[in-house]
């Protein structure tokens, strides 16, 4: 699997179509993060890991810049914000 996520990294970097770059992506993505598991904290492989953990940021700021998705753990954060703003300033009502 790790010779594998140099070629869906690549793919994702290539694509031009934007209809197409989300799901390239999440796929590059989701392979990266597999490899950065199957690694471990192997100390011979510490270079690779931190190749892979370099193409995840790379990634993942092509997915707030180009497509303007922001990262997951902003969004919750955002969410939980918004939240919290309108009970402060509608107490006893739910979040619509």
Same mark, same amino acid.
């Given at each position: 699997m790790? #010779?594998?996520? #140099?070629?869906?990294?690549r !793919? *994702?970097?290539?694509?031009?179509d934007?209809?197409?770059l989300?799901?390239?992506? =999440?796929? @590059?993505?989701?392979?990266?993060? @597999? ?7 192997? +100390? ?8 892979? *953990?370099? *193409?995840?940021?790379?990634?993942e ?8 998705? /922001?990262?997951? @753990?902003?969004?919750?954060? =955002?969410?939980t914000? +918004?939240? @919290?703003?309108?009970?402060? !300033?509608? /107490? ?5």
């Amino acid at each position: 699997m790790l #010779q594998d996520w #140099q070629g869906a990294y690549r !793919a *994702a970097m290539l694509e031009t179509d934007q209809r197409k770059l989300i799901g390239k992506i =999440e796929s @590059a993505t989701t392979l990266l993060q @597999a490899c950065l598991l199957e690694l471990g904290s192997s +100390v011979e492989e510490d270079s690779e890991g931190e190749r892979i *953990a370099d *193409a995840l940021r790379t990634l993942e700021l092509i997915r707030r810049v180009e497509l303007e998705i /922001p990262n997951r @753990a902003q969004a919750d954060s =955002e969410e939980t914000n +918004v939240s @919290a703003l309108h009970h402060r !300033a509608f /107490p006893g009502q739910h979040t619509p």
